[in-house]
C-alpha cells in the first residue's frame, strides 16, 4: 500500500496529526539532517502500523517534506481510523 506524507520535523513528540487532503501528516521529533527524520518515519511508522521496518519505506521524497511511504502488510482500516 502506497500512502502520501507530509512531514513536520523537530516536533516536541513524534506523532500523526490525521489527514490533511490526500496527505497523512506527521509530526516527527528529529531534525532533517542526515536522515535523522526519514529514520524516524520508518520506526515510528512501523510500530504505530505494528509492522516490521523492513517493510515500511520511503518510496520517493527522501529530501522533501513531502513523501510517497510504503508499507507491505498494512490494514487499510488502520488509515481510516486517522480520517475520525
Known sequence: ???SIKVIANAAQTE???FVGEYLK???AAA???GKANKE???FLAKEWRL???A???ESGH???LKIIRAQGLNPERLRAYRA
Open 52 to 54: 516490521p521496518k523492513h
Open 56 to 58: 515500511v519505506q520511503i
Open 32 to 34: 532533517p539532517e542526515k
Open 16 to 18: 500523526v496529526v490525521g
Open 26 to 28: 506527521l509530526r516527527i
Open 41 to 43: 518515519i520508518i520506526r
Open 1 to 3: 500500500m502506497r500512502i
Open 63 to 65: 529530501t522533501s517534506n
